[in-house]
């Protein structure tokens, strides 16, 4: 009896200090946040007010920042753009499966599997340490001149095989550091119950490994997005060669900055998203988790 007083006298207390902190911490993220937006206004402000009186702004005005150059050329940069997009649809799930699968050969320990590993380790060096251009070059050059019956000479097919080749490499590595990331215990327990070391692996190991690389595998997205427009070295019409098409014919670069902001206007999401995902998961693990 003497227990449930004190709860009773000691609980409105403990809900005064808490609505006490709550008040603190709205107060001074009220204040941070005022903080914040009045010093980028301020960088901002002065950012625009030095470029404005610069000597040669009203060049770079007429160049760049024409606007009826920028309404002439935004269908057709727009209509480019929504190559960039397919190629990016087109290529993400296929990076995705071969990525998943290098991964796996490079996991592979038995002594029958040697050669499949070291492929897998050939292959994500190789391709790792290649930059990404000239992997487009090469493949959309050099894959018809071989004049294979089969080989495809389109374009967009052509672009498509050098970015996945390319970015399976990189997401290789993020699935495999997933994978090392799961303690061996866990496995040895899935075998312990029966299990294959397939069977653990795709109802045990996967499953926790792939939810905590989607981060980094979105900003790989991010930066795919990005390296579509690198297929116009090898013909494409997409949005970086409709831009430059205007601005050979034209002699004005606003074009270009039509292509950038249909860009930043699909990967700025992508970003926050990522960001999001990344928060929640350092809230999932909490201050001491791993």
């Not at 005064?16 to 993220?29: D, S, T, W, Y």
């Not at 590993?117 to 060096?125: E, G, I, K, P, Q």
């Not at 116009?232 to 902001?261: C, D, H």
């Amino acid at each position: 009896m003497t227990d449930d007083v004190t709860d009773d006298v000691t609980r409105p207390a403990r809900s005064a200090r808490q609505l006490e902190r709550e008040r603190i911490r709205r107060r001074q993220a009220v204040r941070s946040s005022s903080i914040a937006t009045a010093s980028t206004i301020v960088f901002l402000t002065l950012v625009a007010v030095l470029v404005t009186n610069s000597p040669g702004w009203p060049r770079v005005r007429e160049t760049f920042f024409d606007p009826e150059w920028f309404v002439r050329s935004l269908p057709d940069v727009l209509q480019g753009f929504w190559t960039n997009v397919k190629i990016f649809l087109i290529a993400e799930p296929i990076i995705l499966v071969v990525g998943l699968l290098v991964a796996l050969a490079r996991g592979l320990r038995a002594p029958v599997f040697f050669p499949l590993r070291v492929l897998a380790v050939v292959y994500t060096d190789v391709f790792r340490g290649v930059p990404t251009l000239l992997v487009i070059m090469l493949v959309g050059f050099g894959l018809p001149a071989l004049q294979l019956t089969g080989v495809p000479s389109d374009e967009i097919t052509l672009g498509v095989i050098a970015l996945v080749l390319a970015y399976s490499a990189y997401v290789a590595e993020v699935f495999r550091a997933g994978i090392d990331t799961v303690h061996p215990s866990q496995i040895a327990a899935a075998r312990s119950l029966g299990l294959s070391h397939g069977q653990a692996m795709r109802h045990v190991v996967l499953p926790q490994a792939v939810r905590r690389v989607i981060p980094p595998l979105l900003n790989d997205f991010v930066s795919l997005q990005k390296d579509t427009a690198l297929v116009s070295t090898i013909g494409v019409i997409e949005a970086l060669r409709q831009a430059q098409i205007y601005a050979a014919s034209k002699f004005n670069y606003t074009p270009y900055l039509v292509a950038a902001m249909l860009f930043i206007l699909l990967t700025i999401p992508m970003a926050r998203f990522t960001d999001y995902l990344s928060a929640r998961a350092a809230r999932r693990r909490g201050p001491g988790g791993a």
